[in-house]
């Protein structure tokens, strides 16, 4: 390898940005050649000099209201009510019962009050009952029977006091 090769390589090979061969290539010729190895360590001196500055400017940073300047520029986030009444409820874990006694005996009172309502409390609108009549006797009898038709039927049930009287309107068996 020549100086030129190597001093083309030798800021890849600092970051260890080369393959396995060219590392080995650039070390052997940076170990046996005087120019590059003083290259190689006005690379690293260049190196450290950044890493101060940038360390030293970094320090210089206030970072107690940085996160309070970030925050001025973000835009509000609703949260869903799950997520807050899940907050709210997880608040009071300094006083567990403070908060979550009157909640459980509103949520309860609320429970008794549905079944309340759902077993006596609304009644569902009806008409009022027709007064009822006095029961009378309908019986009634067929005595005779004339009709112009051919087919006439009677049925009479004693048990049930029903009669049905059937009469075929169809005619010298035309259908209609």
Not at 6 to 32: C, I, K, Y
Not at 65 to 84: D, G, K, N, Y
Not at 91 to 111: E, N, Y
Not at 162 to 172: A, E, I, R
Request: include cysteine; hydrophobic fraction near 45%; charge should be negative.
């Amino acid at each position: 390898m020549t100086c030129r090769d190597a001093a083309n390589l030798l800021p890849l090979f600092f970051d260890g940005e080369l393959d396995p061969h060219q590392m080995r290539a650039v070390a052997l010729h940076s170990t046996r050649c005087t120019t590059c190895e003083e290259d190689l360590r006005h690379l690293e001196r260049m190196q450290d000099l950044i890493n101060q500055n940038v360390n030293r400017a970094v320090d210089a940073i206030d970072f107690d209201t940085f996160w309070l300047a970030i925050e001025r520029r973000l835009p509000a986030v609703q949260m869903p009510w799950s997520a807050r009444l899940r907050e709210w409820w997880n608040r009071g874990s300094d006083h567990p019962w403070v908060l979550r006694f009157p909640a459980i005996a509103a949520a309860m009172a609320v429970a008794v009050f549905a079944l309340y309502l759902l077993t006596h409390g609304i009644q569902p609108t009806t008409q009022p009952v027709a007064p009822q009549l006095a029961a009378a006797d309908s019986t009634s009898t067929i005595e005779s029977l004339e009709t112009d038709v051919d087919s006439v039927a009677v049925l009479n049930d004693p048990e049930t006091r029903t009669m049905v009287l059937w009469v075929n309107d169809v005619q010298n068996g035309d259908l209609p």
